[in-house]
């Protein structure tokens, strides 16, 4: 009797006793094209379902970042125009009421008045005081006393727009 060592690819080395039986031979060689077979079946079947689940998750992960990245560009820019809004009504009304405190007729009323309210709506309630202030000033014709107001809260329109 004698024994013959066959390798087996990804398999250990594996022994097999020839023995003195026809045959045997061929039984050997089939069991060794079986197992080549059954592995490299193996091996492509685990490689296909990579090849398929791979592209399936990539895309997953892909499309979730996506959507993260485009709602912090809406959460961006909405605040951008909120404040870009907020900003070009301050700007506004102190321009209009600039403009009616040194210009008094009835289009500079009308733009401040316009103005005036817009402001109003995004001032913060420290604010509210001293614009209504200004705007009595203004409905009663007092610029001077309007003027020096206006001159007042200007830096603190600007505290709050640089808070933004």
């Known amino acids: 009797l004698s024994a013959k060592s066959i390798d087996f690819p990804f398999l250990l080395s594996y022994s097999v006793d020839t023995g003195s039986l026809p045959g045997a031979e061929y039984e050997r060689k089939e069991f060794y094209i079986m197992s080549y077979i059954d592995a490299s079946i193996t091996i ?3 490689v296909a379902i990579c090849a398929v689940v791979s592209p399936i998750f990539t895309a997953l992960i892909n499309n979730r970042y996506l959507i993260k990245m485009k709602k912090m560009e809406l959460r961006q820019q909405t605040y951008e125009n909120t404040v870009l809004h907020e900003r070009q009504a301050y700007e506004f009304y102190l ?9 008094p007729d009835n289009d500079a009323r009308k733009d401040y008045g316009e103005s005036f309210y817009a402001a109003l709506l995004f001032a913060p309630l420290d604010l509210h005081d001293s614009m209504i202030a200004i705007d009595n000033a203004i409905a009663i014709s007092d610029m001077e ?9 200007t830096p603190k329109i600007h505290a709050v727009l640089q808070t933004k």
């Open 145 to 153: 006393n309007a003027s020096s107001l206006l001159k007042e809260l």
């Open 95 to 103: 321009k209009n009421a600039g403009r009616c405190i040194c210009h």
């Open 44 to 46: 492509t079947s685990i």
